[in-house]
């Protein structure tokens, strides 16, 4: 079993930066890909960005991409999601995700991770 804590949510401005940290435990980090979602009051969860095992990968949405970057440290058993130039529609709560399947193709959609954090709450004000 996986357990994944996230962490560095927050309140911040339209065009600030905020980091938020996943750390995961339970397994060899380095078996797991790691993904990102989000999900704002009224949607659904929708996919943010993933990173394969090893980091060498990456997918983004393209409402993100430019301004959000993910990446990983298989040392410390922890993925970063760094975001900047915020905008109000970023506000959602964001989700850390992950699945030991041996592809990264299909890593775009939720039903590919088994192990889900509790997630944390980014409010971006206008």
């Known amino acids: 079993q996986v357990q994944l804590v996230e962490s560095g949510g927050g309140l911040v401005q339209a065009g600030d930066s905020l980091r938020v940290s996943c750390v995961a435990s339970?397994?060899?980090?380095?078996?797991?890909?790691m993904g990102w979602f989000r999900q704002a009051p009224g949607k659904e969860r929708e996919f943010v960005t993933a990173i394969s095992r090893s980091g060498a990968n990456t997918y983004y949405a393209d409402s993100v991409k430019g301004r959000f970057t993910i990446s990983r440290d298989n040392a410390k058993s922890a993925v970063y999601l760094q975001m900047n130039s915020l905008k109000p529609e970023d506000t959602a709560v964001y989700y850390c995700?992950?699945?030991?399947?041996?592809?990264?193709?299909?890593?775009?959609?939720?039903?590919?991770?088994?192990?889900w954090g509790q997630g944390t709450q980014v409010t971006v004000s206008s």
């Open positions: 339970g397994r060899t980090f380095s078996s797991l890909t």
């Open positions: 995700a992950a699945h030991s399947r041996s592809y990264f193709t299909n890593s775009r959609s939720p039903i590919s991770y088994d192990y």
